[in-house]
């Protein structure tokens, strides 16, 4: 990826492709876009569903809004890690799109909106869980719905050292949310991990997604939840932002919204990243993006 190289053409006209998307000043702009380029040359898989029958890296980006923000995902990706999505989820899709399903609609996971979707860290329930959660708007409605973020470190302040201790312990077991198909509860395992300085969570507080065994980590549990609602922030994107969560430092959710289930809803685009996809817990063998 490092020797791939643009045309100054190239560039000129993904730049005009790319204006669509609000904010980009915020980003390195030339890095950006040739790692966007770059990474969607390096994917098969989105390639293949947007390049109309030919393989020109190019050509994809010029399907309108919504490839351009599938590119600048993919190219935020690749400035923070690897790309991956599971099989179980979505059918394996490298980017998704979250949007209100009426079959859904009361169900607890990113394609619901009836009820709240409660404080929760991504894929909680598997071993290679993302690092990095990118969440692209590309539609929001006048009433528009946030995103609720607390971060692992503002909830633990206020929390007890013993209530610490009760979710540093391997007691806790995480249940898939209902976007998977045929997955299982996890292994027991701890909440809270990492030094108190930079604790690292892994929690969803969705009725029944966490239970722990003992009555000191059931309650432990219960007041991590509360403290991770007492100090959510909303963040409303608007069409054309993303925001970047680390997976590893803060919990998100959204409340409850009104859907008609048409082409007026809330549209978002998500990638899931990992710092090294590669090696460590519930690694796929290299070089599988899509882990079964
Ligand atoms: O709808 C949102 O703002 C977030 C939904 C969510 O939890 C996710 O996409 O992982
Ligand atoms: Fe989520």
Same mark, same amino acid.
């Given at each position: 990826?490092?020797?791939?190289?643009?045309?100054?053409?190239?560039?000129?006209?993904?730049?005009?492709?790319l204006?669509?998307i609000?904010?980009?000043?915020?980003l390195?702009?030339?890095?950006s876009?040739?790692r966007t380029?770059?990474a969607m040359?390096?994917l098969?898989?989105p390639?293949?569903?947007?390049?109309?029958?030919?393989?020109?890296?190019?050509?994809?980006l010029?399907?309108?809004d919504t490839a351009v923000m599938e590119g600048l995902l993919l190219g935020l990706s690749a400035l923070l890690?690897?790309c991956?999505a599971?099989?179980?989820?979505?059918?394996?899709a490298l980017v998704q799109d979250i949007?209100?399903?009426?079959?859904? @609609?009361?169900?607890?996971?990113? @394609?619901?909106?009836?009820?709240?979707?409660?404080?929760?860290?991504?894929? @909680?329930?598997?071993?290679?869980?993302?690092?990095f959660l990118l969440l692209g708007c590309l539609?929001?409605?006048?009433?528009?719905?946030?995103?609720?973020?607390?971060?692992?470190?503002?909830?633990?302040?206020?929390?007890?050292?013993?209530?610490?201790?009760?979710?540093?312990?391997?007691?806790?077991?995480?249940?898939?949310?209902?976007?998977?198909?045929?997955?299982?509860?996890?292994?027991?395992?701890?909440?809270?991990?990492?030094?108190?300085?930079?604790?690292?969570?892994?929690?969803?507080?969705?009725?029944?997604?966490?239970?722990?065994?003992?009555?000191?980590?059931?309650?432990?549990?219960?007041?991590?939840?509360? @403290?991770?609602?007492?100090?959510?922030?909303?963040?409303?994107?608007?069409?054309g932002d993303v925001l970047v969560?680390?997976?590893?430092?803060?919990?998100?959710?959204?409340?409850?919204?009104?859907?008609?289930?048409?082409?007026?809803?809330?549209?978002l685009k998500r990638v899931y990243v990992?710092?090294?996809?590669?090696?460590?817990?519930?690694?796929?063998?290299?070089?599988?993006?899509?882990?079964?």
């Amino acid at each position: 990826m490092a020797n791939y190289w643009i045309s100054a053409q190239e560039r000129r006209s993904l730049s005009g492709l790319l204006a669509p998307i609000r904010d980009l000043s915020d980003l390195d702009d030339q890095l950006s876009l040739a790692r966007t380029a770059a990474a969607m040359a390096s994917l098969a898989v989105p390639l293949k569903a947007f390049a109309d029958g030919t393989t020109d890296a190019w050509l994809v980006l010029r399907h309108g809004d919504t490839a351009v923000m599938e590119g600048l995902l993919l190219g935020l990706s690749a400035l923070l890690g690897e790309c991956f999505a599971f099989q179980a989820e979505r059918d394996g899709a490298l980017v998704q799109d979250i949007r209100p399903g009426r079959a859904d @609609a009361g169900s607890r996971s990113s @394609a619901g909106s009836s009820v709240e979707l409660d404080l929760h860290t991504e894929a @909680a329930f598997h071993p290679r869980r993302p690092d990095f959660l990118l969440l692209g708007c590309l539609r929001q409605p006048g009433d528009a719905v946030p995103t609720m973020i607390a971060t692992a470190e503002a909830a633990l302040a206020r929390l007890t050292v013993a209530d610490r201790e009760q979710l540093r312990l391997p007691v806790f077991r995480f249940r898939p949310p209902a976007t998977f198909v045929d997955a299982t509860l996890s292994p027991p395992g701890p909440v809270l991990q990492g030094p108190d300085s930079a604790p690292l969570l892994r929690v969803n507080c969705n009725p029944g997604h966490t239970t722990a065994s003992g009555a000191e980590a059931a309650e432990a549990l219960d007041r991590l939840a509360a @403290a991770l609602r007492a100090c959510a922030t909303p963040v409303t994107l608007d069409a054309g932002d993303v925001l970047v969560l680390d997976n590893r430092r803060t919990a998100h959710g959204r409340p409850a919204f009104a859907a008609g289930f048409d082409s007026h809803d809330r549209w978002l685009k998500r990638v899931y990243v990992a710092e090294n996809l590669w090696t460590g817990p519930g690694a796929p063998p290299h070089p599988t993006r899509v882990i079964t």
